[in-house]
């Protein structure tokens, strides 16, 4: 039997890399908790997944090419090597291995036929890979799975990569929705976020690549307790001054207040500018910052910020309706050559 599954990418609104940090509260206590608003994009994964004697996987990328896995066999120990080796299908040998190690079923083979979701862009195609992973063994042996478990098996899957990512990323698995995330050493919560009226964001893909492992690598450096300035500054901003920022965020949302949301996207961007940047070559993200510096950022918009991990990989303004957003995006294209994708939040 062969079952169909989407998977969208999420939005990191506000309060990147807090869930991770979130998590040193477990021999830290005086680390504050981490809290995220995430959004789930209108772009995804559409795959057919159905049983087999192997693992086996064939991926369609957004560019039209397609990458096909070796059928693999059902050793745990071989998958979990795979995850390790940094390949294309690491992420996904990850949460097979999870899931063989823990209901011991057969094999799945998992096709992505329809993906508009930029790779390595902060939209988080490797945790949708992930997710999508754990829904098909799901929904094939009828495992009976809640989307929490979804979440936490593949971020357990991707943690077998070597990725050092908090658990946000995972949470493509409650689709297109905006939530809350609040992370509290051991415990998260997942709280849906009503929005009063719809707020018209544009995703703009910078064309650049960004190392995330790296930027993961050298933020987590800082943590729990690294003696300097930068270290400190780092646990600042992720810490007290994200819980600041995100709890104006949820409240500007609760209104569907877009000038407001975009007033707090430009402070955040100088939180993060001032006290985490300085601890990551690959944060001084200059094509980002060109975007957002843009007059025409002011003029169609109310203001933005990077996305995900940050870096060069994308930028996410709030524009002022969506004729502004259409006309932004054509000036942005034109201009940098950047690739945009509408986004609303409602």
Not at 11 to 23: I, N, P
Not at 119 to 142: E, H, M, P, T, W
């Amino acid at each position: 039997m062969i079952h169909e599954l989407f998977v969208p990418g999420r939005l990191c609104l506000f309060g990147e890399h807090s869930d991770w940090a979130g998590g040193y509260r477990r021999t830290h206590p005086e680390i504050a908790p981490g809290e995220c608003l995430v959004a789930g994009t209108n772009q995804g994964l559409r795959a057919r997944v159905a049983a087999a004697e192997h693992i086996e996987f064939v991926s369609r990328l957004p560019d039209g090419t397609s990458r096909r896995s070796r059928p693999m066999s059902l050793s745990t120990q071989g998958l979990d090597d795979l995850a390790r080796a940094g390949d294309f299908f690491s992420y996904a040998a990850g949460v097979a291995t999870e899931m063989l190690q823990r209901f011991a079923t057969r094999g799945v083979r998992i096709e992505i036929v329809e993906n508009d979701l930029p790779l390595a862009k902060g939209l988080s195609s490797s945790a949708a890979i992930c997710v999508l992973v754990a829904r098909a063994f799901d929904v094939i042996y009828d495992l009976g799975l809640s989307v929490r478990e979804h979440m936490e098996l593949a971020y357990l899957g991707e943690r077998r990569t070597g990725s050092q990512c908090g658990l946000m990323d995972q949470v493509c698995a409650y689709g297109r929705v905006t939530t809350s995330l609040t992370f509290d050493a051991e415990r998260f919560e997942v709280t849906p976020v009503a929005v009063g009226e719809p707020i018209h964001l544009l995703v703009v893909d910078l064309g650049r690549a960004k190392n995330t492992r790296r930027i993961l690598a050298d933020l987590n450096a800082c943590f729990p307790a690294t003696a300097g300035a930068v270290a400190a500054g780092v646990r600042e901003a992720l810490g007290p001054r994200n819980l600041v920022i995100t709890g104006a965020a949820r409240a500007a949302l609760a209104r569907g207040d877009a000038r407001a949301l975009g007033a707090l996207m430009d402070e955040a961007q100088a939180v993060f500018d001032r006290w985490v940047a300085p601890a990551c070559v690959e944060l001084r993200a200059p094509r980002l910052h060109q975007v957002l510096a843009h007059p025409v950022v002011r003029e169609l918009g109310f203001g933005g910020k990077g996305v995900g991990s940050q870096g060069d990989g994308c930028a996410q303004l709030v524009t002022r309706g969506p004729g502004e957003r259409e006309r932004l995006a054509a000036v942005l294209e034109r201009t940098f050559g950047v690739a945009c994708l509408p986004l609303t939040v409602a």
